[in-house]
């Protein structure tokens, strides 16, 4: 299916569907009902959540048969499950008293329900009913476990509860062509942290899809030796700016202080030419504040960057590439071996609709996914994993971590300053005079695409 692109979003690509006109979008402008109206939130939840495919888990979380995941979104549970026969996602209720089978993720057996101890087969199939005599006679299927959609693409298991949805493939259009052989479906969840944010799913979403914001969040990563000096005005005119594409549903964007205007794959590209040190300054600082975006191998790239000769010249970006390929292939990591053509139209930051962010780069990903923390506006889940591809010795999975106050969990310079933010504009949202989101037509149209999109969802 081809994809949608919206280059100069105005009022009339909003669409002709009919939005309450508390919600409607406008050229470049959200209202802020969208993010603090919890009737907005009640739609999302019945209309929004329910009919597309959310990025439930990763591959690597159920690959032995009996593993299991419960995939938590609103109020909604869903359990994924491997079985002898492959993925299945079920509706985790009991069918006798609504009861919850399962929590967390695990290795199971059967489904055995706490409350009256019905159990049931990995395929769905009712194994025993308590007192079965004493129950009205229903039909077998009445009893199984209902079923929703499951299915895979790049390591991810995706899930969808309306089961006219159109295929994953169709939906997730063109993100598998564009990223087809960087090998997503190889890594492993290297670490995995989830924490409550005190802002709407969008507010948290909202500051992974651009990258407008570094200058005046992250002023650190706009100097090689880190200092959090705010920028100048000329620093931020000249690198605060961003390329955007928008599709359908998803969209993509980069920052041009961070990976140049030629789609270069380095994250290190500053405005004239590599500089070696600072290439392994922004290594050893991504590593040490973000966990991700790095392999570790790339470190020791970095480090024989500095003496390799040219390194300093117009192919020193090229050496480098060269250097991490050797370091990780040294480490048995089976990477990746992409051309220039697909390192452009693939790397840097996806939105995949409609709740989930990944920042590609060689041989890692790091994963954003915020949820509703159930019916509450000014609230929600946030998740955040970083993704590997496994050295010869093997990468085993890393369990969740969860924090109730983000705070506790360790989450490194730049997510702290991401999540320092949101309080700020859940308050700001909720000022008598504030009414909405006045966007850049070059920097934040992301944000307003997949508002256009939920349009499609909420209002037909």
């Known amino acids: 299916m081809s994809s949608l692109k919206v280059e100069s979003p105005s009022a009339s690509d909003a669409g002709e569907l009919d939005v309450p006109a508390q919600w409607r979008l406008s050229a470049a402008f959200v209202p802020r009902g969208r993010y603090i109206d919890r009737e907005f939130l009640e739609l999302e939840l019945k209309r929004l959540f329910p009919r597309t495919w959310l990025n439930a888990c990763r591959t690597d979380e159920v690959e032995n048969v009996g593993q299991y995941v419960d995939f938590e979104i609103g109020g909604e549970s869903i359990v994924i499950v491997r079985t002898e026969e492959g993925l299945r996602a079920y509706f985790n209720a009991c069918r006798h008293r609504g009861t919850r089978l399962v929590h967390g993720q695990g290795r199971i057996g059967e489904f055995r329900c706490p409350f009256h101890a019905w159990r049931w087969n990995l395929d769905g199939s009712l194994k025993y009913q308590a007192d079965a005599p004493n129950f009205d006679p229903r039909p077998a299927d009445e009893l199984c476990l209902p079923e929703c959609r499951v299915d895979t693409w790049g390591g991810w298991v995706f899930i969808n509860m309306d089961g006219r949805a159109e295929p994953l493939a169709d939906f997730l259009a063109p993100i598998p062509e564009r990223l087809d052989g960087f090998k997503l479906e190889d890594m492993r969840i290297a670490w995995y942290k989830s924490v409550i944010l005190p802002a709407n799913w969008k507010t948290s979403l909202d500051a992974f899809i651009e990258s407008w914001h570094v200058p005046g969040t992250h002023p650190q990563l706009l100097r090689p030796d880190k200092r959090p000096t705010p920028p100048t005005i000329a620093e931020s005119e000249q690198y605060g700016a961003t390329f955007n594409e928008l599709f359908r549903y998803h969209s993509r964007h980069a920052d041009l202080f961070r990976y140049g205007p030629d789609g270069d794959a380095s994250r290190l590209r500053a405005a004239y030419g590599v500089n070696p040190d600072a290439v392994y300054t922004n290594v050893e600082y991504s590593l040490r504040e973000l966990g991700a975006l790095y392999l570790k191998t790339d470190l020791s790239a970095a480090e024989e960057l500095r003496t390799a000769e040219g390194a300093d010249g117009p192919s020193g970006n090229a050496i480098y ?87 506790q969990g360790n989450m490194g310079e730049i997510l702290s300053q991401d999540f320092s933010n949101m309080s700020e504009v859940t308050t700001g949202l909720h000022s008598r005079h504030y009414d909405g989101h006045r966007l850049n037509t070059k920097q934040e149209m992301t944000i307003w695409n997949y508002h256009r999109a939920m349009n499609e969802f909420l209002f037909s």
């Open 321 to 407: 590439q060269e250097l991490r390929r050797k370091h990780a292939r040294a480490a048995g990591i089976d990477y990746p071996d992409v051309t220039a053509d697909q390192m452009r139209n693939a790397m840097y930051d996806w939105h995949v609709f409609p709740n989930t962010v990944f920042l590609i780069d060689m041989g890692c990903c790091l994963t954003y996914r915020a949820r509703p923390n159930g019916n509450d506006p000014d609230s929600c889940i946030f998740d955040v994993q970083g993704l590997e591809l496994p050295p010869a010795a093997g990468l085993p999975t890393a369990a969740p971590q969860f924090f109730a106050d983000w705070h």
